[in-house]
């Protein structure tokens, strides 16, 4: 059981936006069977999310389709990238997971996620199909006006790309940090400071989306700085997207390109650039980036030698303590 944490936007007139309830049950039951979910302790008195009989994924029982996706066949954050005029590059999970009829089902409504009565900035969501079936997850609400910085995870946070064993949880402080880059702490709380809500992307299956959340969670650096607390996007796959299996054939960035798309569409078109800087260590992070949006000047390719670069090459620093001597120039006060 998993489930990727959650983005909400308040917008001005008061309703609600969010990204996708992505969460899965290990085994799928025989019968249709509702969801309890319990928010910050509390119980909902939800009773329109459910699993289908022989599905894995949870989704709402809304009384009528989205009216803009009349006719659409995948999830229209896609079919801006062209994705649905080439249906041959999706494999069976994707074209299951982004179409429109599962897509429609897993947007909740502003009247539902008002239903849910979420506090400003974090919560605690936890889904329950039975005692042997549940799982937890974050729901992060945050205003129209909020701005935002994305930070791929292996090799942008961690020093290599290596894949962490799921028994990582059992590790030292110290081997935490050993793994990390330096001063990405200090960089990262110091950006948090001004304003800025950072929130983390990896290609990682939903299957890790608990390891890595406590992952980020026990990082420490010097002067005990910790990685600020953000949500942790998964894909929704089985599979780490990156190795065998792979949702599009040669375009990995496709896939957070559209969820990066999907992230910014939670905000008001009126607020300037909502997704304000993103860090990344490969060629696919930065276009990914620079495809959904993100300024060229602050896409931020972080190199094996722990130096920065900008993706338009303007500027270039040393590493990120040199980043965190100038934050305020980098990162202005959005507050």
């Not at 079919?79 to 080439?86: L, N, R």
Request: proline share 5%.
């Amino acid at each position: 059981m998993s489930c990727i944490d959650i983005i909400v936007v308040k917008q001005p007139d008061g309703t609600y936006k969010s990204s996708p309830f992505y969460v899965r049950f290990d085994y799928p039951k025989l019968e249709k069977t509702i969801v309890s979910i319990q928010v910050n302790g509390n119980a909902s008195s939800e009773q329109s999310f459910c699993v289908e009989a022989g599905d894995y994924h949870a989704r709402f029982i809304h009384s009528e389709p989205l009216k803009e996706w009349s006719g659409s066949t995948f999830w229209p954050v896609y079919q801006t990238w062209e994705i649905a005029q080439d249906v041959t590059k999706l494999t069976q999970e994707a074209k299951r997971l982004f179409s429109i009829e599962l897509m429609d089902r897993i947007l909740p409504r502003s009247n539902l996620i008002a239903g849910l009565n979420l506090n400003d900035g974090i919560n605690t969501i936890n889904f329950k199909l039975d005692e042997n079936q549940q799982t937890n997850c974050r729901v992060f609400l945050w205003n129209w006006n909020q701005r935002l910085v994305v930070s791929d995870v292996d090799g942008t946070i961690t020093s290599t790309g290596e894949v962490f064993s799921r028994f990582s949880e059992y590790y030292t402080n110290n081997w935490y940090a050993s793994k990390v880059r330096p001063g990405i702490t200090q960089l990262y709380s110091n950006v948090e400071k001004n304003g800025y809500k950072i929130f983390y992307m990896t290609g990682r299956p939903i299957l890790q989306a608990s390891l890595m959340r406590g992952f980020i969670s026990k990082i420490k650096q010097e002067e005990n700085y910790n990685m600020p607390e953000g949500p942790v996007i998964t894909t929704p796959f089985r599979t780490y997207i990156s190795r065998s299996i792979k949702v599009w054939r040669g375009e990995p960035d496709e896939y957070k390109t559209s969820m990066l798309v999907c992230i910014r569409t939670l905000f008001p078109d009126t607020t300037k650039d909502p997704i304000a800087a993103g860090f990344g260590n490969t060629e696919t992070d930065i276009s990914s980036y620079v495809n959904a949006g993100i300024t060229p000047s602050m896409c931020f390719f972080v190199n094996q030698d722990n130096s920065v670069t900008s993706n338009d090459n303007s500027r270039t620093f040393q590493d990120y303590n040199q980043i965190f001597s100038i934050i305020h120039d980098v990162f202005p006060s959005s507050t």
